[in-house]
């Protein structure tokens, strides 16, 4: 997990947010069944207009486990960090949204809690809560980190899988590759799991 800077709220969300939250939350609540579809926004849907800046600012990374390029090495896909259903008045809200790979996705589902790290947290450094082991892939909670940090991080590598579905070993091969060519001109943004390099 890398540190994001926001980019400033794209405009169709800045003009409609508080609208499109509610019309939401009024339209889930009266049908449990209702299934979620982005707005569109000057005959275009939501997703599709803001995802280019989402891609700016996470330079094409997934905002939790860091894999890139999404769209081929994982699935593109926007999270709700706080879910939607629990949160319907956030689903348009820029800060709560994220550029995440479908892995990710499909890990955190609809869970939340207040203690999950959020990439965007002017304070987040990812050395603050994590450590590299270079042996084995892994991320591990950093145990030099106060207990409150430490629960924080371990709540974070659970709920997005961030040592599962082979990653760890991914982060072994992406490091061995980046150690091959950035004698070659190559920069870290070129690679996956950029906090492993």
């Given at each position: 997990?890398?540190?994001?800077?926001r980019?400033?709220?794209?405009?169709?969300?800045?003009?409609?947010?508080?609208?499109w939250?509610?019309?939401?939350?009024?339209?889930?609540?009266?049908?449990?069944?209702?299934?979620?579809?982005?707005?569109?926004?000057?005959?275009?849907?939501?997703?599709?207009?803001?995802?280019?800046?989402?891609?700016?600012?996470?330079?094409?990374?997934?905002?939790?486990?860091?894999?890139?390029?999404?769209?081929?090495?994982?699935?593109?896909?926007?999270?709700?960090?706080?879910?939607?259903?629990?949160?319907?008045?956030?689903?348009?809200?820029?800060?709560?949204?994220?550029?995440?790979?479908?892995?990710?996705?499909?890990?955190?589902?609809?869970?939340?809690?207040?203690?999950?790290?959020?990439?965007?947290?002017?304070?987040?450094?990812?050395?603050?809560?994590?450590?590299?082991?270079?042996?084995?892939?892994?991320?591990?909670?950093?145990?030099?980190?106060?207990?409150?940090?430490?629960?924080?991080?371990?709540?974070?590598?659970?709920?997005?899988?961030?040592?599962?579905?082979?990653?760890?070993?991914?982060?072994?091969?992406?490091?061995?590759?980046?150690?091959?060519?950035?004698?070659?001109?190559?920069?870290?943004?070129?690679?996956?799991y950029?906090?492993?390099?």
């Amino acid at each position: 997990m890398m540190k994001i800077e926001r980019t400033p709220v794209p405009e169709c969300l800045q003009e409609n947010y508080k609208q499109w939250g509610h019309e939401y939350a009024t339209k889930s609540r009266k049908n449990s069944t209702y299934r979620f579809q982005w707005k569109q926004w000057k005959g275009k849907a939501v997703d599709v207009l803001i995802k280019p800046d989402m891609v700016r600012m996470t330079k094409n990374h997934c905002s939790y486990c860091d894999s890139y390029p999404l769209g081929i090495a994982a699935q593109q896909t926007i999270d709700h960090f706080r879910p939607k259903k629990q949160f319907p008045f956030l689903t348009y809200v820029w800060h709560n949204l994220f550029l995440a790979c479908n892995v990710c996705q499909n890990s955190k589902q609809d869970r939340y809690d207040k203690k999950m790290l959020k990439p965007d947290t002017v304070s987040f450094k990812f050395e603050t809560y994590f450590v590299i082991n270079y042996k084995t892939g892994c991320i591990e909670v950093n145990p030099g980190s106060s207990s409150k940090n430490q629960e924080r991080a371990r709540l974070t590598i659970e709920t997005f899988g961030l040592n599962k579905f082979g990653r760890p070993h991914s982060r072994l091969r992406e490091y061995q590759k980046y150690q091959d060519l950035c004698q070659k001109g190559y920069c870290l943004d070129d690679f996956s799991y950029r906090f492993f390099m």
